[in-house]
Structure formats: structure tokens, C-alpha cells
Nanobody, 125 residues
């Protein structure tokens, strides 16, 4: 079992940057597929970026070219570098882990095995 704790959220002006961290304990994130999700007020949760077994990263079309997901295995930490932030990026950001062989959606988050509690990102002038 893995425990996940997000950090790095905050308030930023449009065009600014933030780096989110998701620190894992209890198990190595190397053994999981990992993802970042977000939920804006009044909207459904959506997948932002993910990194699968073997380190293959993907990202949603809405953040391509702006957000980068990465993993530091020795530090057991997942990152989300967010640049050129827009007001529509506002929301609570969660990291989640999926065990190898389990089914789960990196588009909606349905079926993910473990979740952090989230960190709030607010993009506003």
C-alpha cells in the first residue's frame, strides 16, 4: 500500500508557473503507474498527465506543451511542472497510483488504487 501527499499548490497570476509534488511512502512509486488529476469547482474530475510503467508520459490536450509530468524514483516523488498557467487551470490537483495489472482510467480517475488528498491551485489576476 502506498500513501500519497501532494504539495506545491498556491495562487498564481495567469502566465505564471507552479511545480506540484506528490511524495509517496509505504512503497516505491516505480511499481505503479502514476497520474495527476484535477477537479475545478462545479466540474468533474479530469486527468491531466500520467506516467506509465517504464516511464512513458502522456498529458491531456488541454495542457500539452504547458505541463510536464516527471518522476524521481530515489526521492519517491512525482512532479507536475505547470507553466503558462491559465484561469481554467484552477482546481484541486490530486495524484493517484494504479497497481500494475489493475484497470483504471487516467482520463477520469475511475478505478485508481490510491489517492492523495489534493492541493489547491488558483490562477487569477
Amino acid at each position: 500500500q502506498v500513501q500519497l501527499v501532494e504539495s506545491g499548490g498556491g495562487s498564481v497570476q495567469p502566465g505564471g508557473s507552479l511545480r506540484l509534488s506528490c511524495t509517496a511512502s509505504g512503497d516505491s512509486i516505480r511499481t505503479y503507474s502514476m497520474g495527476w488529476f484535477r477537479q475545478a469547482p462545479g466540474k468533474e474530475r479530469e486527468g491531466v498527465a500520467s506516467i506509465f510503467d517504464g516511464g512513458r508520459p502522456t498529458s491531456a490536450d488541454s495542457v500539452k506543451g504547458r505541463f510536464t509530468i516527471s518522476m524521481d524514483v530515489p526521492k519517491n516523488t512525482l512532479y507536475l511542472q505547470m507553466n503558462s498557467l491559465k484561469p481554467e487551470d484552477t482546481g484541486v490537483y490530486y495524484c493517484a497510483a494504479l497497481r500494475s495489472g489493475h484497470g483504471g482510467s487516467f482520463r477520469t480517475g475511475e478505478g485508481m488504487d490510491y489517492w492523495g488528498r489534493g492541493t489547491l491551485v488558483t490562477v487569477s489576476s
